[in-house]
């Protein structure tokens, strides 16, 4: 079983940076890709970014592309993601998932303008 975990979340100012943390534990991790996702109030959770197992390949939501980053260490079996310029609409609660079915507890973000 994979277990997830996330952190870093917290309250900053439009503009701001935030860098969120996925720890994970369980399965091999360095195989396993690992997608970001979020859930604003009244929202669908919805796609952010997502990293191979070997952090090669990334892809971006067109809504963060450019302003946010996914990294991965493997060594460290923890996912990255880092959040600059951060805007209003950022805020949400933020989860890491890993195939078929694993789910952080999520860490807000509240962005303020």
């Known amino acids: 079983q994979v277990r997830l975990v996330e952190s870093g979340g917290g309250a900053v100012q439009a503009g701001g940076s935030l860098r969120l943390s996925c720890a994970a534990s369980g399965r091999a991790f360095s195989l396993i890709p690992i997608t970001w996702r979020r859930q604003a109030p009244g929202k669908e959770r919805e796609f952010v970014a997502e990293?191979?197992?070997?952090?090669?390949?990334?892809s971006y939501a067109d809504s963060v592309k450019g302003r946010f980053t996914i990294s991965r260490d493997n060594a460290k079996n923890t996912v990255y993601l880092q959040m600059n310029n951060v805007k209003p609409d950022d805020t949400a609660v933020y989860y890491c998932?890993?195939?078929?079915?694993?789910w952080g507890q999520g860490t807000q973000v509240t962005v303020s303008s």
């Open positions: 998932f890993a195939a078929p079915n694993y």
């Open positions: 990293t191979d197992w070997w952090g090669g390949k990334t």
